[in-house]
Structures are given as structure tokens and as C-alpha cells.
């Protein structure tokens, strides 16, 4: 059942090892491309008429720009979701899969999209934090891995708030559902997100310019540039690529009291480099560099329904600038020993983030008892990984073993400076002058793990696997209230993550598969009373099935996932002050069904629907648990999401091809509770049900695209994130308008 995969074919060995150099801390995730599949025997003469002209049409265009090719499904999509190169067909597990063209027809601009354009997927977007089928991170410990795994190229990116980027010359999106630890460690326990970049072609010079503007309601201007161009060095074995993006502008919250207007625009600088080198048929090595730096006068989440920065009567005004600078390195070498592939993917992370409060006086205005204050924060983290994978994609039997080591630092500083009331009515002020306060925590975490997973053609028709991963981390936590003295603390943390998996083809081009599989995120330390916390371990059963047609894909899947020592966010009062700690909460069972159908009814035409409906709820509290309660849902799960979608791809002209997109997001709402909080809001808190329509269209006109687009084209106005910690919840982005010009070469 295993299709030849494209990197058994000698002729195209060269293209799977272009796609071999970035990938970075956690293995192979390079190169995925869209290969053209043959229609199936039973197409229409229509549609094989129709595909024919389009794909006729594309290639009488070839070199003078990117004319979109009319979207046919039985267009074979390559993925290498379980670190090998398939066909997403084959792959026994549910997913989402986007091209870069498709992310950019839905709307999806910024990482937060994703919460809107992918069902099932939700982020807290105050902390960052990842969730996906109502697995993630619900503690505010900046030292915490994530339980959703974040990647670039295959580089694992430990804190997804390290990185405020576009969506930079980007090939695919592929967000894979579900625990997978085996193949991708501790960070994966409920799913990955993996955005795969585009690689250097070893054969020819291309690229393009791009300018993009655009509005937002009640808000300011917005400016976009990128500039991407390919380029051998020596023909068929060296070439470089190289992306910059550029953004400046765009806020739409103001600031009055502190005289500030559209204070959340962003000043981003986002450049890729890589080098692709093939001296021989066996052997590539692949480098990348990625550098960010971005800023924003004022920190997302800190708004009222008019848009404006006033948390409301009973607390403080706060206005957070933020600085981000973020690199990536990466080096990835590939031998193919004929039997099998050897990969070695070496990263190297840094990350320094910056973001100050000011907490602006007033009256009988509050939070958590600070009458004013500055608060100067830091972040620094480096991370360095290095893995080492060997893998063969058989006609029959497919198989990858291989080994990651990881050493990561994170620490946080904070300098402050506070008029605060401790004691007293936490909304009356007391007066008394806290100066030159200071806090520093330090984390490290050394984990190595050992893997391997395989899958084996039983019959023609029937698959079966099996995969395993052996995860130990020690990590140590330095905790000072003042410098020079501190309390450390350490632990070690081991897990044995299974996987079993089949599946069947019971018709042509139709599968049938179920899996069960285990995720495992390490405990931690809290930073007072420096109580410890236990792993989360994670284990999901799943059913679906995955087909296709001449004019029709479908697939759907169904859930239970068992989610132990669930690590939730607390308040605690420890000496008169009130502090955020991380506790485990008991057993929380989510279970659901995800469903996506893509249908063409004619030629062009194209009409989607992806859907998801979640039941979440504690059903087993801790003993030391005095907060959570069992019936109550977990966080950011909402419980009916879905995508609606219309893309019609035609000719304006036989030379001309254009398109039109429109899409519908809508998510319910997701709930926050936190009994512990003495905000009158804190039981429980919610954000809105969303409703948001985006449309766009383009045609090219020989090297030249252009397009026109808006999102939130009814300007709705409605909260995305419950949490109302020190801020009000984020509210959707006001409707955006703009124009984009692309010159192709």
C-alpha cells in the first residue's frame, strides 16, 4: 500500500535532498511539495478536459510568473507528518494541510489566524499558548514547554511566544492533531503545527517582489514588502535562497490617558537564508539562518470593545511596548546509504524578549493591589538541539529510528518599582512605596530521547505499525527574590511513549484507519512556595477514514483522549502577596469528531467545509486540588468550530488567469474558569462566539499578480480570549482592506 515514494527514484533524489536543509532540532520536515497525482480512471471526460487546458494553460506560462493552477483533488499531497515523505492519504492520522497559497486565499496573515482558519485549534493570546483538540498549556510559568510542538523547517520552537513572524515564502502548513510523541518528543503532546519554507532549486534562478497595503477600521495604514530570490551558484549541485520580509504599521488599539493612538502596530523584520549543497547523487547538506526582530508600542490583550487600552473600573491602565529579537541556525546533512537515509539536523535558538509595564495612577483603580509602578521584564532563552535520524520509505515496509538531544536555558528578570497595598483592601490603596523590588528565575532542561517507528504492508490493502520513544529530562530551576540569593531546585523526568497504528484500504483511493497513541510533557517548579508539579501524560484513541474521488476528498475522524495530571494555572497567597502558581488538577477526558470535504462540482469551481466538535471535562480532581471542580470543561476548548470555503479558479482572459475566494470561520466560545482568582470576573470567564468572513481576488497578468482582499469584511467586534488576568480579553482585528502586487521571475 506504501506508494513509491519520490526519494526512491534516482532522478529525483536531488529535489528530496533540496528539501533536506533546513530542518533543524528535530529532524526531517524539509522539502514538501504538491506533486501532480493521475486522475482517477473514473473521472469524467470533462473534468480530465478541464485539468488538461488548466495544466496546458500553466505550463505556456511557465517562467513568466505564478499562475494559480486550478485546484484538482486528486492532486496527490506529500507530507512527511510521520518523518517520512507519503501521500496524506496513507497517513493513519487527522490533520489539516495547507499550501502557502491556500493560507494566504484564507486569510490566515498572522499566527493567531490559525485559531480561526483551523478547527479544533485555539491559542491563548495573552501568554501565547498553543491548544489543539483542548490539550495545552494552561500555566503562566515562562519557563514551561509547550504541549502543542511548534515547528519551522523540522526546528522545534520551545515557546512559540519567541517568535512574531509572518508567514515568510512558505510552502506548506501541516497541523497534525493528537498526541505524537513518539516521533516528535515531549513538546507534542497534543499535536504539531509545522510550516515548511521553501527550499533552494538547485537549477534555476527565480523569485519575485511583493508590496502589499492595506487599512483597518478605525485604525491606521499598514505596509508589507517581501523580497525572495533563487539563485545556483553551481548548476545541479550549489544554490542559495534567500527571503526578507518586511511590515510596518497596522495598530488599531489606542491608549489615551497615556496619549497613544493605534499603539499596536508592528515594526517586523523577518529574513531566511538558506544553502543547499548536492556534490553527489548520496549526499546534501542544507544551512539556514532565520533572524527576527519586531516591536509593538503596546502588547496584544489589553483592550475594551471600543478597542482602546482601559482595563475597566476595577484595575490599573497598563501599556506593555514589547521587543522581540529572534535567530535560528541550522545545519542538516543527508546521506542516503541506498538501504536507508542517515539525516543530522544541528540547531541553534536564541531568543531575547523585552516588555516593560507602566501601571498609570488613578483613583480607586487597582490591580492585585498596585496603586502605580513600572515593571521592567526580560527574557532570555537558548536552545540547542541535535538529532539524528535514519529512515527508509519501502514499497512494503517503512521504517525511521533515530536520537535527539536537546540543552536549553531559559531565564526571566524583572526590575520594578511599586506603590502597593499589601494587607489592605486590594481595591483600596494603601500608599506604600516598594522600591527597587527584583526577581530572577533560571531554568535549565538536558533531555535526550531514542525512537524509532515502523509500518508494514501486511497485504496490498492492509498496513500496519507500531513506533516507541524512551524521553528523559533533567531539569533544575534558580529562583531569587534578591540577587545572589536563591533557592534551586531539580528533578528528572523519564516517559516510554507507544504508538499502534493501521490501516485499509477497503475501496480505491478510500482508507480506513485507528490509531492509539501517548504524549508526555515534564513537571516543573513554581517560583513560590516553590512547590514542584508532575508530568501530564496524555493517551488518545482515534477511528477515521480518508478518500477521494475524481471530483470529491473527504475524511473524518473520532476521538477519545484521556489527559492525566493535567497542569493548571492557580493563584496562591503566599506573605500578603498573591502569586500564579502551577498545580496538577486530577484526569480530564475530551472526546470528538473532526470532518473535511472538499467537492468540485465543475471545472474551477471548488467548495470546502472542515468541522470540529469537542466535549471536554474534569472527571477526577487531585486530592490537593481545592479550585477545580469535576463537570467543568477545560480551557480554550470550544465546542463546535467549522471553515466554510468557495475558490473559483477561471480564465479572465486566455492569457490571464484570475480567481475568487470567499470564507466563513466560526468558533464557539471558549471558556476560562480560575475559582482561585478575587477577580468578581474570574467565574468563569468566556470569550464570544466568532463569525468571520474573509475574501480575496487576483489575476496575473504575465510576471505580474494582483489581488485584493479583506478580512473581517462585517467588522465584527468580538472577544477571542477569555482570560482576564491582567487585561481584558483580545478582541478580533477591526475589518482589514488592502491591495498586493507581485512580480514574478
Not at 511539495?33 to 495544466?55: G, K, L, M
Not at 515594526?267 to 548520496?282: F, H, S
Not at 485507528?514 to 508539579?533: K, T
Request: glycine content about 8%.
Amino acid at each position: 500500500m506504501f506508494r513509491k515514494n519520490a526519494a526512491a527514484d534516482p532522478a529525483a533524489k536531488s529535489n528530496i535532498a533540496r528539501a533536506l536543509l533546513l530542518s533543524t532540532a528535530i529532524g526531517l520536515c524539509s522539502g514538501v511539495t504538491a506533486n501532480a497525482q493521475e486522475a482517477d480512471a473514473q473521472a469524467s471526460a470533462d473534468v480530465d478536459a478541464a485539468t488538461a487546458e488548466a495544466n496546458a494553460s500553466v505550463d505556456a506560462n511557465a517562467g513568466e510568473g505564478t499562475a494559480k493552477k486550478r485546484r484538482m483533488f486528486l492532486d496527490e499531497v506529500v507530507v512527511t507528518a510521520q518523518r517520512r515523505s507519503e501521500d496524506q492519504q496513507d497517513v493513519p492520522m487527522a490533520m489539516t494541510v495547507m499550501s502557502g497559497d491556500d493560507m494566504r486565499d484564507a486569510g490566515l496573515n498572522q499566527f493567531n489566524d490559525l485559531a480561526l482558519v483551523v478547527p479544533n485549534v485555539s491559542i491563548n493570546t495573552d501568554w501565547f499558548t498553543l491548544y489543539i483538540r483542548g490539550v495545552g498549556t494552561s500555566e503562566v510559568n515562562v519557563m514551561a514547554e509547550q504541549a502543542v510542538a511548534y515547528m519551522i523547517d523540522g526546528v522545534y520552537v520551545s515557546r512559540v511566544e519567541f517568535l512574531r513572524s509572518g508567514f515568510l515564502d512558505v510552502d506548506q502548513l501541516e497541523v497534525l492533531k493528537g498526541p505524537q510523541g513518539t516521533l516528535y518528543g515531549q513538546g507534542a503532546a497534543g499535536g504539531v503545527i509545522r510550516f515548511i519554507t521553501a527550499d533552494p532549486v538547485l537549477d534555476k534562478v527565480e523569485g519575485k517582489v511583493k508590496g502589499e497595503l492595506y487599512t483597518v477600521s478605525d485604525g491606521e495604514m499598514g505596509q508589507k514588502g517581501e523580497f525572495v530570490v533563487n539563485a545556483p551558484i553551481v548548476e545541479d549541485q550549489l544554490a542559495v535562497r534567500l527571503a526578507v520580509g518586511l511590515e510596518s504599521g497596522g495598530g488599531w488599539i489606542d491608549q489615551p490617558e497615556a496619549g497613544i493612538e493605534d499603539g499596536n502596530g508592528t515594526d517586523l523584520v523577518n529574513a531566511r537564508g538558506k544553502i543547499l549543497w548536492v556534490p553527489t547523487e548520496n549526499f546534501s547538506a542544507k544551512a539556514m539562518v532565520q533572524v527576527q526582530r519586531a516591536k509593538t508600542q503596546l502588547g496584544m490583550g489589553y483592550e475594551e470593545p471600543d478597542r482602546a487600552v482601559d482595563v475597566g473600573p476595577d484595575r490599573s491602565k497598563v501599556m506593555i511596548p514589547k521587543k522581540f529579537d529572534f535567530d535560528i541556525y541550522n545545519l542538516e546533512l543527508t546521506y542516503d546509504f541506498g538501504f536507508a537515509e542517515l539525516t543530522s539536523s544541528t540547531t541553534q535558538i536564541d531568543h531575547d524578549h523585552q516588555y516593560p509595564f507602566s501601571y498609570i495612577p488613578r483613583e480607586g483603580n487597582y490591580s492585585y493591589g498596585v496603586v502605580e509602578g513600572n515593571d521592567d521584564r526580560f527574557v532570555k532563552a537558548e536552545q540547542f538541539s541535535q538529532e539524528l535520524r535514519l529512515s527508509d520509505a519501502g514499497e512494503k515496509f517503512a521504517w525511521t529510528i533515530g536520537a535527539f538531544y536537546s540543552d536549553g536555558d531559559r531565564s526571566l528578570t524583572v526590575d520594578y518599582e511599586y506603590a502597593y497595598a499589601p494587607g489592605a483592601d486590594l481595591y483600596e490603596g494603601g500608599g506604600v512605596l516598594y522600591d527597587d523590588l527584583y526577581y530572577y528565575s533560571a531554568s535549565t532542561s538536558e533531555s535526550y530521547s531514542l525512537f524509532a517507528d515502523g509500518a508494514y504492508d501486511l497485504t496490498e490493502k492492509l498496513t500496519v505499525g507500531a513506533g516507541l520513544r524512551y524521553f528523559h529530562d533533567e531539569q533544575t530551576s534558580l529562583i531569587e527574590y534578591a540577587p545572589g540569593t536563591g533557592t534551586e531546585l531539580s528533578d528528572t523526568f523519564q516517559s516510554v511513549d507507544p504508538r499502534l497504528y493501521m490501516t485499509y484500504e477497503y475501496a480505491p483511493d478510500t482508507t480506513l484507519y485507528a490509531s492509539a497513541g501517548s504524549g508526555f510533557r515534564s513537571g516543573g517548579f513554581n517560583s513560590a512556595p516553590f512547590d514542584p508539579y508532575d508530568p501530564e501524560n496524555i493517551l488518545t484513541y482515534e477511528i477515521g477514514t480518508k478518500g477521494s474521488t475524481s471530483n470529491l476528498q473527504y475524511d473524518v475522524a473520532v476521538f477519545f483522549t484521556e489527559y492525566k495530571d493535567m497542569v493548571r494555572r492557580r493563584l496562591t497567597e503566599v506573605n500578603g502577596a498573591f502569586l500564579a502558581e502551577s498545580s496538577n488538577i486530577g484526569k480530564v477526558e475530551v472526546k470528538g469528531v473532526e470532518a473535511g470535504l472538499a467537492y468540485q462540482p465543475t471545472s474551477g469551481l471548488t467548495l470546502s467545509v472542515n468541522a470540529a466538535y469537542l466535549d471536554s471535562e474534569i472527571v477526577e480532581t487531585a486530592d490537593t486540588d481545592q479550585v477545580n471542580e469535576v463537570g467543568d470543561p477545560t480551557d480554550y476548548t470550544p465546542e463546535l468550530s467549522y471553515t466554510l470555503g468557495v475558490n473559483y479558479d477561471f480564465d479572465l482572459t486566455p492569457d490571464h488567469p484570475a480567481f475568487v475566494r470567499v470564507d466563513f470561520n466560526h468558533r464557539d466560545k471558549v471558556t476560562y474558569i480560575d475559582r482561585s482568582s478575587f477577580l468578581p470576573s474570574a467565574l468563569p470567564q468566556s470569550s464570544d462566539a466568532l463569525n468571520l468572513l474573509n475574501a480575496r481576488a487576483g489575476v496575473q497578468l504575465g510576471q505580474f499578480d494582483l489581488e485584493v482582499f479583506a478580512t473581517n469584511l462585517t467588522d465584527e467586534n468580538k472577544s477571542i480570549d477569555p482570560y482576564q488576568g491582567w487585561a481584558n480579553a483580545n478582541r478580533t482585528r477591526p475589518r482589514v482592506v488592502g491591495v498586493s502586487a507581485a512580480f514574478n521571475f
